[in-house]
């Protein structure tokens, strides 16, 4: 089964950018999809994005409103998040998923990855948006 880490995270002001990487490693093999999500203190976990297996299958959680970024690197098994702009109600900890979508469409995957039911995520990166 394939797994996750993600890197990083870390302290930022207002207005900064900082981008988040997720490798994968294990097995994985044909289309597979990755996700990203995050959860502040005491709040649900929340969509960030997902990167399907081809350049046309991406989709960002509505609050993004393209200050974020989301591109895979399928050689280095790598996803990247991209963070612009950020602000103190960014701050939280961000996970990422690997899933190999058998069995399913990207919309499936996608599907699931919105509801956080999506192959292994990984222990998650702390991102602190200082005012």
């Known amino acids: 089964q394939a797994q996750v880490e993600e890197f990083g995270g870390g302290s930022v002001q207002a207005g900064d950018s900082l981008r988040l990487s997720c490798t994968a490693s294990?097995?994985?093999?044909?289309?597979?999809?990755m996700a990203w999500s995050r959860q502040a203190p005491g709040k649900v976990r929340e969509f960030v994005g997902a990167?399907?297996?081809?350049?046309?299958?991406?989709e960002y959680g509505d609050f993004v409103q393209g200050r974020f970024v989301i591109s895979r690197d399928d050689v280095k098994r790598t996803m990247y998040l991209q963070m612009n702009n950020l602000k103190p109600e960014d701050t939280a900890i961000y996970y990422c998923a690997v899933d190999p979508c058998h069995g399913t469409t990207w919309y499936g995957c996608l599907t699931r990855a919105k509801k956080g039911d999506f192959g292994s995520w990984g222990q998650g990166t702390q991102v602190t948006v200082l005012y």
């Open positions: 294990g097995h994985i093999f044909g289309n597979y999809a």
């Open positions: 990167a399907g297996w081809s350049a046309d299958k991406l």
